[in-house]
Every structure is written in structure tokens, then in C-alpha cells.
């Protein structure tokens, strides 16, 4: 599985897309504005079909291009807590930069706590972690040793807590019960920033550190 960054929209949101060369399907985990012209460009030098868009959660940065991502023949799948916020995004009105229109789009699964799902051949897990906002996930592939994040956890830092439907104490709880106790090797892919390691946050990071 390749796994190759973007970083676009309006606040350096990243997307990561995971191409297998060998099946010629690809997955894209966050669809931030602008970015669909870079993917399909990917997809087409890599003679792949987009079967998947995982939206890690409903925030405008990580959905501003999903719409346009779905058109591709993607199923877009995220966490029902955050049905709203993706399917009528117009509700994050109150916190959109200026100028910025969200597409609404549709979602085709919904994934949770617990969940498994075929994704390029390869098994991933599904948990929940909420505290940055109710619908808030991470995609862990045991085999490649990666976990997408969304704003959960970045390099040195947390998502933010002070918009609608975050909460400080529900996101520590998340990070210590459910990002921490993956393996520390395991690689941490966040929406914002550098990767990291679970080990190298949970002894380092200022705000949340594993009891």
C-alpha cells in the first residue's frame, strides 16, 4: 500500500491517499477543498479506481471537496455522529472562513467503534475517538503499522476543543483509551502537521500523556 500526502484547503488540511498498484484501487481518507484535481491526477498516472473517501470527521477543512471526490465513484463513509455536519454542512455556518461554500454530500456507510472494513485487501479498524467533535474516528492497518487520526492527536499538540461539539475531558479520555493503546511504534498520520508515533506522544505531548 503507497501512501501519498496532500496538503490543501484553505488551512493546510491534510489528505492521504492509499493506492494499491497491484489491485488498482485506491482509498482517500479526507477530501479538503481543491484537492480532487491532485487525486485524480494520482489515480490516473497510477491506473487506479477510487473505491473509498473516509471522512475522518464532519469539519468543513476535511469535506470542502468530498462532493467532488464522491463523483469519482468513491463511497464515502464516516461516523453518524457526524451526519449532520457532512450532509448539511450549511450548520457550520457559524465557524466557516469567509467565502468558503461547503457541498453537502451524501454518506453511503456508516462506520464506528469496533468496526472492520476491507480496504485494499487489508483489514482496518475503525475507532472512535470524540472530544474535537461527536464524530471524530481513526483508521488503524495493523499490517502497514498506520493510524489516520483526523484532529484527535497531532505532533506536539490536540485538536481543538472550543468549537461546537468539542470537549476537552471527552477528547483526553479518547486519546489515552483509544490512540494510545496502540502500539507505540505505530505511525500516526494526523489531519494538520508532520506524522508522529503513538510512543513519541503519549511520553512527549504536553497536553495529553499516557498515565
Not at 472492520?116 to 474535537?132: C, F, K, T, Y
Amino acid at each position: 500500500m503507497k501512501i501519498t500526502t496532500f496538503e490543501a484547503g484553505y488551512i493546510g488540511t491534510n489528505a492521504f491517499l492509499l493506492t494499491d498498484s497491484g489491485r488498482r484501487e485506491a482509498v482517500l481518507i479526507d477530501a479538503p477543498h481543491q484537492v480532487e484535481p491532485d487525486v485524480r491526477r494520482i489515480l490516473e498516472k497510477e491506473n487506479c479506481r477510487l473505491t473509498a473517501l473516509i471522512l475522518t470527521h464532519g469539519h468543513w477543512d476535511h469535506t470542502g471537496d468530498a462532493a467532488r471526490i464522491k463523483a469519482l465513484g468513491a463511497k464515502v463513509m464516516a461516523h453518524p455522529a457526524d451526519r449532520g455536519l457532512i450532509e448539511t454542512p450549511a450548520i457550520m455556518e457559524g465557524f466557516l472562513l469567509p467565502g468558503i461554500e461547503v457541498e453537502p454530500v451524501v454518506i453511503d456507510q456508516m462506520i464506528g467503534e469496533e468496526d472492520r472494513i476491507d480496504l485494499l485487501g487489508q483489514s482496518a479498524e475503525i475507532r472512535h475517538v470524540p472530544g474535537h467533535c461527536a464524530g471524530n474516528i481513526l483508521v488503524y492497518f495493523a499490517d502497514e503499522g498506520t493510524a489516520f487520526v483526523g484532529d484527535a492527536l497531532f505532533a506536539g499538540s490536540i485538536g481543538r476543543t472550543d468549537l461546537p461539539g468539542g470537549d476537552f475531558e471527552q477528547l483526553e479520555r479518547s486519546i489515552r483509551t483509544r490512540i494510545y493503546t496502540l502500539p507505540g511504534e505505530t505511525r500516526i498520520l494526523p489531519g494538520h502537521g508532520p506524522e508522529t508515533t503513538v510512543a513519541g506522544e503519549a511520553r512527549s505531548n504536553p497536553f495529553v500523556q499516557a498515565k
